[in-house]
T-cell receptor
Framework: GQNIDQPTEMTATEGAIVQINCTYQ??????LFWYQQHAGEAPTFLSY??LDGLEEKGRFSSFLSRSKGYSYLLLKELQMKDSASYLC??????????WGAGTKLIIKP | SAVISQKPSRDICQRGTSLTIQCQVD?????MFWYRQQPGQSLTLIAT?????????ESGFVIDKFPISRPNLTFSTLTVSNMSPEDSSIYLC?????????????FGPGTRLTVL
């Protein structure tokens, strides 16, 4: 079957750095997405990786290793507004998005 | 990017009734998706709605319970039929284009449904 694993919850301190890991097993691979979802709101797109390596976008970076079925989302200079759930999703060979359960990130002052 | 609106934003319904959720996109899109997200959980795909053909339903979801219309490339509806409290959830419309390269999948604001 298809499976996306990410930690259920993480806690970090304002101003620090946090890395959220995602491992996947899917039928084919056509890209990996990270989304941010604040409580009660719809998910918003953060990043997309289809080739191995690091994609940087401001305070957020996302890394992909296709051979390991692994990605991480790195958040730097954490702000209180970064408290949210972070969803990892993989697009399989049928172009269907397979979603992880999300990682709830709690930022403490 | 695509801007997506959904109506209603929330509703409280009685058991046994039906609710139709509308999704409007500000541009023409190939594929539209309907998701359900129960409290504290990730997204579950209900079906993919393609213009001009029947929707494709995921395992565990059937057309009689969740009929979908897709009359054109900017609009779709999802009906939640014969509702029960287990249908209480957030329903999200999402759009994306089937492309061989980079694309984003955008989400509407969601419809929060409570069934009593």
């Amino acid at each position: 079957g298809q499976n996306i694993d990410q930690p259920t919850e993480m806690t970090a301190t304002e101003g620090a750095i946090v890395q959220i890991n995602c491992t996947y097993q899917t039928s084919g691979f056509n890209g990996l997405f990270w989304y941010q979802q604040h409580a009660g709101e719809a998910p918003t797109f953060l990043s997309y990786n289809v080739l191995d390596g690091l994609e940087e976008k401001g305070r957020f970076s996302s890394f992909l290793s296709r051979s390991k079925g692994y990605s991480y989302l790195l958040l730097k200079e954490l702000q209180m507004k970064d408290s949210a759930s972070y969803l990892c999703a993989v697009r399989d060979s049928n172009y269907q998005l397979i979603w992880g359960a999300g990682t709830k990130l709690i930022i403490k002052p | 990017s695509a801007v997506i609106s959904q109506k209603p934003s929330r509703d409280i319904c009685q058991r046994g009734t039906s609710l139709t959720i509308q999704c409007q996109v500000d541009s023409q899109v190939t594929m539209m998706f309907w998701y359900r997200q129960q409290p504290g959980q990730s997204l579950t795909l209900i079906a993919t709605a393609n213009q001009g053909s029947e929707a494709t339903y995921e395992s565990g979801f059937v057309i009689d319970k969740f009929p979908i219309s897709r009359p054109n490339l900017t609009f779709s509806t999802l009906t939640v039929s014969n509702m029960s409290p287990e249908d209480s959830s957030i329903y999200l419309c999402s759009v994306g284009s089937r492309a061989g390269s980079y694309n984003e999948q955008f989400f509407g604001p969601g419809t929060r449904l409570t069934v009593l």
